[in-house]
């Protein structure tokens, strides 16, 4: 039995807090801390009326490492969950290795003042967390995180050698909304609108954003129009899979929110070049956030499915083969349980699957680490067992 905190009270620490509330047995204390304090008070109700687990709340800015040391020394938990936003992994990793704590996150660190993610800042801290006999997992949410276990469980099980991956997300759900972000807009849109990027032969290939699309015929939602992007996972995956040829990552977007984001983009609201308004100096890609939907509000009015698999090709007993690993997941069914969309969903529950994996000494190793490099067994395994049941198919070669 573990005691851990969550820190970051958005869409997806909701579900985190959730989904940790459902197994008192293993996570028997959890705090959630984040910097609205009633955004956490607001979970850990949900929490208790749903569960029956009563979570303790406190308010932390994570961008403050003295702060966040001081209170892991007073609350002393075993692993700390970070489901703030990509700018707080450098500091809640230091105040992880300060107070002795075990380190998750779900998305790598980003520079809040350049759109730009690489996994290289945290890497740097692997002899600091080894040193520390503590154990960092970084992206144990679904894209990164579940990709990257699906390729190394096909890198296990599947094949005797993969030649190459393509990393598919599809969102096929309706929140009803114009034009609204799935999760944190901020970090979405940052995402999307830099220059498609992957890696083939040993090199990376850049691409103008958005430029490169095609028609997927996904399982369970159908042909949908999927666009090459850059995307975190790539980075990893393309340096611990052995003898790859190529991996690229793709992702689902409509006509109508690919027509609206190309107008904020026009007129300049996508910018993180801070103006000045009154006396304040703000990026408009911050204001426009406050102006789109909370994400954390879309779980009720969206309906419909997601599917997100890795379309992996090589070679197994000499042959070429080529596999889908892939889930569904069911919008309205998340929100029924967790009182969420899918896409938090997605990301909490193996945030939730990682800590235990941490927690249960199963991938308890000192250093830090991405997902594949660990086994992927019993992780696939807790996929099935905590809402996001994955399946295999084989399909023509191209
Ligand atoms: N791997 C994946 O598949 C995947 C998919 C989706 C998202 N993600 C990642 O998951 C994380 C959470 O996403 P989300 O959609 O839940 O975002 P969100 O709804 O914006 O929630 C982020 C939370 O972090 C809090 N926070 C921000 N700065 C903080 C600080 N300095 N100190 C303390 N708390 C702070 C925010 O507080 P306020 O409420 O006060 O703003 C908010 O509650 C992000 O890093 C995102 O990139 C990963």
């Known amino acids: 039995m573990s005691k851990v905190i969550i820190i970051g009270a958005g869409g997806v620490g909701n579900v985190v807090a959730h989904k940790c509330a459902q197994s008192p047995t293993i996570f028997n204390e959890i705090v959630l801390a984040s910097r609205t304090l009633k955004k956490c008070e607001a979970i850990a109700q949900t929490v208790k009326e749903k569960t029956g687990q009563v979570i303790r709340t406190t308010q932390i ?3 403050d490492v003295q702060a966040t040391t001081d209170l892991l020394k007073k609350e002393k938990p075993e692993l700390l969950i970070n489901v703030a936003l990509p700018y707080q992994d450098l500091t809640l990793m230091d105040a992880c290795l300060n107070a002795g704590v075990h380190y998750l996150d779900t998305a790598n660190y980003e520079p809040p003042e350049e759109a730009k993610f690489e996994y290289k800042w945290q890497w ?7 040193q520390a ?6 992206g144990s949410g679904f894209d990164p995180g579940v990709t990257n276990v699906f390729c190394a469980y096909a890198q296990k099980h599947l094949f005797d050698h993969i030649e190459t991956i393509d990393i598919l997300d599809a969102n096929a759900g ?7 972000t799935n999760f944190n807009p901020e970090i979405n849109i940052r995402e999307i609108t830099q220059n498609g990027r992957y890696w083939e032969n040993d090199q990376w290939i850049e691409v103008e954003p958005m430029s490169v699309h095609q028609k997927y015929d996904f399982p369970v939602v159908g042909k949908q129009d999927a666009y090459l992007l850059y995307h975190e996972e790539l980075e990893s995956l393309s340096k611990n899979i052995p003898n790859l040829k190529r991996i690229r990552f793709w992702m689902t977007f409509s006509e109508k929110y690919l027509t609206h984001l190309r107008v ?5 609201m996508t910018s993180i070049q801070p103006i000045e308004i009154h006396g304040q100096s703000i990026q408009p890609i911050e204001f426009l956030k406050k102006v789109l939907p909370d994400p954390a509000s879309l779980g009720e009015r969206t309906k419909g499915k997601t599917c997100i698999g890795c379309d992996i090709t090589g070679i197994k007993d000499g042959q070429k083969k080529r596999s889908f690993i892939y889930n569904v997941c069911d919008h309205q ?3 029924k349980e967790v009182l969420s969309q899918a896409i938090s969903y997605t990301t909490g529950v193996p945030a939730r699957i990682g800590a235990e994996m941490i927690v249960s000494d199963q991938w308890k190793t000192p250093g830090v680490w991405n997902m594949e490099q660990m086994d992927p067994d ?10 996001l049941p994955w399946k295999i198919i084989d399909l023509p070669l191209n």
């Open 61 to 63: 800015d994570a961008d």
């Open 124 to 130: 740097a801290y692997q002899e600091r967390f080894e």
């Open 133 to 138: 006999g503590l154990t960092a997992l970084l």
């Open 174 to 180: 309706d929140h009803g909304y114009p034009f609204a």
């Open 264 to 268: 904020l983009e026009n007129v300049g």
């Open 333 to 335: 069914s998340c929100y």
């Open 378 to 387: 019993p992780f696939m395994a807790a996929l099935n067992q905590y809402g």
